[in-house]
């Protein structure tokens, strides 16, 4: 169960999924691996990158990555800032399932 893994995670590296951002939305900073191969397809809004979430290509990229996103959690302010994104693709991609975000979401009015 991915939100049983997100309860210990502190960093989610992925590539092309959405589970992405449903870690980004929680709080959990997010390393997409870019495909070399021209075909990309990163979910995540440009709004918070470089802050909650980095894209790279290659190992060192990876690599400072990962030291950014642990310096970033271990700073207060830092950490604050991906917070307040969290909070933001919370409200962008998620709403409560009642019936009539259900029905808005699927156009069945």
Same mark, same amino acid.
């Given at each position: 169960?991915?939100? =049983?893994l997100?309860?210990?995670?502190? %960093?989610? %590296?992925? $590539? =092309?999924?959405? $589970?992405m951002? &449903?870690?980004? $939305? %929680?709080?959990? /900073?997010?390393?997409?691996?870019?495909? *070399?191969?021209?075909? *990309?397809?990163?979910?995540?809004?440009?709004?918070?990158?470089?802050?909650?979430? #980095? #894209?790279? &290509?290659?190992? #060192? #990229?990876?690599? $400072?990555?990962?030291?950014? +996103? &642990?310096?970033?959690? *271990? *700073?207060?302010?830092?950490? +604050?800032?991906?917070?307040t994104i969290?909070?933001e693709?919370?409200?962008? +991609? +998620?709403? =409560? /399932?009642?019936? =009539?975000?259900?029905?808005?979401?699927?156009?069945?009015?």
């Amino acid at each position: 169960d991915i939100y =049983e893994l997100f309860k210990t995670a502190k %960093i989610t %590296i992925s $590539s =092309e999924s959405g $589970s992405m951002v &449903e870690s980004a $939305s %929680i709080g959990i /900073p997010v390393i997409s691996i870019k495909n *070399n191969k021209n075909i *990309n397809h990163n979910p995540l809004p440009v709004y918070g990158k470089g802050i909650i979430w #980095e #894209e790279v &290509e290659t190992a #060192e #990229e990876l690599n $400072s990555a990962i030291a950014k +996103f &642990e310096d970033a959690l *271990n *700073n207060k302010n830092k950490y +604050f800032k991906i917070k307040t994104i969290a909070q933001e693709y919370k409200r962008m +991609f +998620f709403c =409560e /399932p009642k019936d =009539e975000n259900i029905i808005k979401a699927y156009d069945l009015a």
